[in-house]
């Protein structure tokens, strides 16, 4: 079945510094959604891209979407404490109804 | 306020036994699902549901159930059978079930634990 690798893990960062996470495919996806979940709370969308390249922004975040849309990416400048919490990319496949969830990155700043 | 109710927001449960995680939305939305999240661990579908009276297992199925009598609500019965149930069980729901997925709003979850 489809399977959503997420990297990296954990992100330990400093307050200022940018962030990262990357999200692998297996295979090629209709579309990927970003979501952002907080500490003890629950996972909240924050975007959803469909064309190959895509390339959306909001505010300090920035995702894109593979060419071969096989792979996403969001990034965080300059972080703040309140970007703390785990982010998770979720695809599906041509013709599912299904997302299939990474395991997330959990990002920590410190102040 | 429009939204997902799941309660409740803990439960135990005692060997053998079946309990019924509750899920209610007024959001109107057709599409409703359960997920299972265990520690350090992305959401792992349990079913799904794209319509009133249809619903289809996820990945994970095993050892629960589900019904959709009405569109509003999609309880989930961790049966006896589901062995490690310990887990955070998170319901959502979307405007559609479509094939371009819609974003999922998700519930507060339910933290179930085994006694």
């Known amino acids: 079945g489809q399977q959503v690798m997420q990297i990296p893990q954990y992100q330990h960062v400093q307050e200022g510094e940018d962030f990262t996470t990357y999200c692998n495919s297996s295979t090629t996806l209709s579309n990927i959604q970003w979501y952002k979940q907080r500490p003890g709370g629950h996972p909240v969308f924050l975007i959803q891209?469909?064309?190959?390249?895509e390339v959306k922004k909001q505010k300090r975040l920035t995702f894109q979407f593979g060419e071969a849309k096989k792979n996403s990416s969001l990034h965080i400048t300059a972080t703040q404490t309140t970007d703390v919490g785990t982010y998770f990319c979720a695809g599906s496949g041509a013709g599912s109804y299904q997302l299939t969830f990474g395991k997330g990155t959990k990002l920590s700043v410190i102040p | 306020d429009g939204g997902i109710t799941q309660s409740p927001k803990y439960l135990f449960r005692k060997e053998g036994q079946n309990v019924t995680l509750s899920c209610e939305q007024n959001?109107?939305?057709?599409?409703m699902y359960w997920y299972r999240q265990d520690p350090g661990q992305g959401l792992r579908l349990i079913y799904y549901s794209q319509i009133v009276n249809d619903f289809q297992k996820g990945d994970i199925a095993e050892g629960y159930s589900v019904s959709r009598e009405k569109k509003e609500s999609f309880p989930l019965t961790v049966t006896s059978a589901q062995k490690n149930p310990t887990a955070f069980y998170l319901c959502?729901?979307?405007?559609?079930?479509?094939?371009?997925?819609?974003?999922?709003?998700f519930g507060d979850g339910t933290r179930l634990s085994i006694l």
């Open positions: 959001l109107n939305h057709d599409a």
């Open positions: 891209l469909v064309k190959s390249g």
């Open positions: 959502a729901s979307s405007l559609t079930g479509t094939v371009n997925n819609q974003p999922q709003h």
